[in-house]
Nanobody
Framework: QLQLVESGGGLVQAGGSLRLSCAAS?????IGWFRQAPGKAREGVSC????????YYNLSVKGRFTISRDNAKNTVYLQMNSLKPEDTAVYYC??????????????????WGQGTQVTVSS
């Protein structure tokens, strides 16, 4: 059974950077990062396909966030630069499948981990 463990959140000032890590115990079509801010719905942030490294980015983070993978460590990273207060949320990694149109990705599991808190102060 696939297990995913998120880490790397924290408190940072606006304009700062953080790197999130998602360690996977098994294989999946792809790994994605989602986030949920208080009072808001969970949204997809970025995803990467395991087979070819194809990626997806939410427009709100494009150019600031970079998703990458280390296949040897079975870990996916989300490098977050130029952070804004509106990036404040709990971030979750999840098993995903990328849409062939490149327009997004979707979770392939119903269970979610505890996530990791990212707080960006103004």
């Amino acid at each position: 059974q696939l297990q995913l463990v998120e880490s790397g959140g924290g408190l940072v000032q606006a304009g700062g950077s953080l790197r999130l890590s998602c360690a996977a115990s098994g294989s999946t079509d792809g790994i994605g990062w989602f986030r949920q801010a208080p009072g808001k719905a969970r949204e997809g942030v970025s995803c990467i396909r395991s087979s070819d490294g194809d990626t997806y980015y939410n427009l709100s983070v494009k150019g600031r966030f970079t998703i990458s993978r280390d296949n040897a460590k079975n870990t996916v990273y989300l490098q977050m630069n130029s952070l804004k207060p509106e990036d404040t949320a709990v971030y979750y990694c999840q098993a995903v499948r990328l849409m062939t149109s490149g327009s997004g990705c979707y979770s392939t599991r119903d269970t979610w981990g505890q996530g990791t808190q990212v707080t960006v102060s103004s």
